[in-house]
């Protein structure tokens, strides 16, 4: 909590988080949720690699942001963890999340719980974009006026998949962090 990441973050740079994991964990049906922007993650118990994204888009320059759901091994409690983080770009992040330890089958309602004004809010606007975007197509074919109505629900449309894509929302329906991030 009282760490601060460096404003000059740079491609290549390697942030190492290390912390014992809990006796309290539930051996084979927890759950590591970790939203990372613009990284790889190497995620290592007791040295042992577990979990790794985006060593291969490292190169390319570009990853996606998102959340991580890295399920952790049985007999993983009071072992070392390891998250190793590489930026892709400079300035990826200035902060990192907290990591949350959770239940593997309450993990897609934990993201959901955490997420629920964003969900709700998103989807509203893109639906309400489109309808509106196809409403005032079909009146432009009888009244010329609806210019502005249809652009009107497009902005609405794009304003709503871009928050769907920027509140981690997005990945609920698609799992390709690079494409949700593109969005």
């Not at 577990?50 to 888009?57: A, H, L, N, V």
């Given at each position: 909590?009282?760490?601060r990441?460096?404003?000059?973050?740079?491609?290549?740079?390697?942030?190492?988080?290390k912390?014992t994991?809990p006796?309290e964990?539930?051996?084979?049906?927890?759950?590591?949720?970790?939203?990372?922007?613009?990284?790889?993650?190497?995620?290592?118990?007791?040295?042992?690699s577990?979990?790794?994204?985006?060593?291969e888009?490292?190169?390319d320059?570009?990853l996606?942001?998102?959340?991580?759901?890295?399920?952790?091994?049985f007999?993983?409690?009071g072992?070392?963890l390891?998250?190793i983080?590489?930026?892709s770009?400079?300035?990826a992040?200035?902060n990192?999340p907290?990591?949350?330890?959770?239940?593997?089958?309450y993990?897609?309602?934990?993201?959901?719980d955490?997420?629920?004004?964003?969900?709700?809010?998103c989807?509203?606007l893109?639906?309400?974009?489109?309808?509106i975007t196809?409403?005032?197509?079909i009146?432009?074919?009888?009244?010329?006026?609806?210019?502005?109505?249809l652009?009107?629900?497009i902005?609405?449309?794009?304003?709503?998949?871009?928050?769907?894509?920027?509140?981690e929302?997005?990945?609920?329906?698609?799992v390709?962090?690079?494409?949700n991030?593109?969005?």
């Amino acid at each position: 909590s009282t760490f601060r990441i460096p404003e000059q973050l740079e491609k290549g740079d390697v942030i190492m988080l290390k912390n014992t994991l809990p006796d309290e964990l539930d051996g084979d049906v927890s759950t590591l949720m970790f939203l990372i922007y613009l990284s790889t993650i190497d995620t290592k118990i007791d040295g042992q690699s577990i979990y790794s994204y985006g060593e291969e888009e490292y190169e390319d320059g570009f990853l996606g942001s998102g959340y991580h759901f890295i399920q952790l091994p049985f007999g993983a409690e009071g072992k070392e963890l390891t998250i190793i983080l590489k930026p892709s770009e400079a300035g990826a992040f200035t902060n990192i999340p907290t990591p949350i330890v959770v239940d593997t089958k309450y993990a897609p309602t934990t993201f959901t719980d955490k997420n629920m004004s964003s969900i709700f809010i998103c989807i509203f606007l893109f639906m309400l974009g489109a309808s509106i975007t196809i409403v005032s197509a079909i009146s432009l074919y009888f009244d010329r006026n609806s210019k502005r109505l249809l652009v009107i629900g497009i902005l609405a449309t794009l304003i709503g998949a871009w928050s769907l894509a920027n509140g981690e929302v997005l990945q609920m329906f698609s799992v390709n962090l690079e494409i949700n991030a593109i969005l």
